[in-house]
């Protein structure tokens, strides 16, 4: 694994540690790294609808109900 000294400013290192102190991580680490595996998901699924949009803009209309689409959309996201 890959150490990195970081900076933090106060009120983000207070919420740090106030996290850590309520157990809901065991270190300032796994809270950093929880929050860019968050971050990185959410990306993926940001650039999905992306791709989705421009595919959809490309091809013109479709024949798909907005139910359909949004079931489509929600079932592709819970991966």
């Given at each position: 694994?890959?150490?990195q000294s970081i900076s933090f400013t106060e009120p983000n290192d207070e919420?740090?540690?106030?996290q850590v102190k309520n157990k809901e991580y065991s270190s300032k680490?796994?809270?950093?790294?929880?929050?860019?595996?968050?971050?990185?998901?959410?990306q993926i699924q940001i650039d999905w609808i992306r791709?989705?949009?421009n595919k959809a803009e490309k091809s013109g209309f479709?024949?798909?109900?907005?139910e359909s689409i949004l079931a489509q959309s929600k079932s592709s996201l819970d991966g």
């Open positions: 694994m890959s150490r919420w740090l540690k106030t680490s796994e809270l950093v790294n929880d929050l860019i595996r968050q971050a990185r998901n959410q791709a989705k949009l479709t024949n798909d109900s907005k």
